[in-house]
């Protein structure tokens, strides 16, 4: 079985380090890494540093603001291995991490894997609760495309990566990845550090990931009916924002936030309380077409 490992970018610096260390991983398992750049010759440098990656000067299609998902399929087409494994610019693999990735998929078990993205310094990024909830599951309803692996049959069984989406095309891979029969597999152990950054750049994040879900919802409407139990994010906090011209009457309305601060107090309740309620300012303004 061959594998190819595909990066995606766009101006990111930490490419470079993650190429150093990917590369590790890759002479052992894999057969190449691929990188799809859409950085316009700004990364030369970093490409000249690393000879054995195959580079694609990626252009984005005229009008296409975010080119993720059209980056992702060019990486898949231009893989040659039997196996796609994607992992972000940025990402830091801990020791055994491609190895405990594909192990599944060699195995014949599965034929796609899941890996996890903890930040450096354990429990301090907004994400870490969830991706610890991840660690503990066997198998996923979704999944980003930050640390995963699959077949290209499975890639080609639900036509790749939709490229009408900006954010948020990744979930929606998953979701018809699940629809059309396949389980997506939790490797605790194949895991890559990622700083996700400081609170702007955070909420800027929370903000378009979003806009992403109610997109994702409007694609597939037979999921709204239990998002409510499923996902509650998209429904709670955006409803938040909308009563908070109850505050005028009822002066103690945002004391609502006190229940989800006290229940993330471990991991930073003002940072999550930031970023859910971003997460819900950008569900209203899709909602609202804006």
């Known amino acids: 079985m061959s594998a190819s490992i595909v990066v ?29 750049d859409a950085s316009a010759g700004r990364l030369d440098a970093i ?28 990486g898949v087409r231009a893989a040659q291995g039997d196996v796609v494994v994607f992992v972000d ?28 993205a903890p930040s450096p310094n354990a429990g301090e990024g907004v994400y870490d609760a969830d991706i610890a909830a991840a660690a503990r599951a ?3 309803p979704e999944c980003p495309t930050i640390n995963l692996a699959f077949r290209r049959a499975a890639f080609e069984a639900v036509g790749g990566f939709d490229e009408r989406f900006e954010y948020g095309s990744d979930i929606d891979f998953s979701w018809r990845l699940v629809q059309a029969g396949y389980r997506i597999r939790s490797a605790a152990d194949a895991v890559v550090e990622h700083d996700w950054g400081g609170l702007r750049r955070q909420l800027r994040r929370a903000h378009a990931y979003g806009r992403a879900r109610v997109r994702l919802y409007r694609k597939h409407p037979r999921r709204l009916a239990r998002a409510w139990r499923a996902d509650p994010m ?40 930031a970023d859910h309620l971003a997460y819900g300012a950008g569900v209203l303004r899709e909602v609202a077409g804006r």
Do not use: M
């Open 8 to 36: 995606i970018s766009k101006d990111e610096p930490d490419l470079d380090q993650t190429l150093a260390t990917v590369s590790d991983h890759a002479r052992a398992h894999a057969d190449e890494v691929v990188v799809v």
């Open 47 to 74: 490409r000249r540093r690393h000879p054995g990656v195959r580079w694609i000067d990626f252009r984005p299609r005229p009008g296409v603001r975010v080119s993720i998902p059209h980056q992702r399929n060019a």
């Open 89 to 116: 610019a940025g990402c830091i693999p801990r020791p055994g991490w491609l190895a405990n990735l594909l192990e599944p998929i060699e195995s014949g078990r599965e034929d796609v894997v899941a890996g996890i």
């Open 138 to 140: 066997d198998y996923l």
């Open 234 to 273: 998209i429904v709670v906090y955006p409803a938040f924002l909308l009563g908070l011209p109850l505050t005028l009457r009822f002066p103690l309305y945002p004391g609502l936030l006190a229940i989800p601060a006290w229940r993330n107090r471990s991991g930073g309740a003002l940072r999550v309380l």
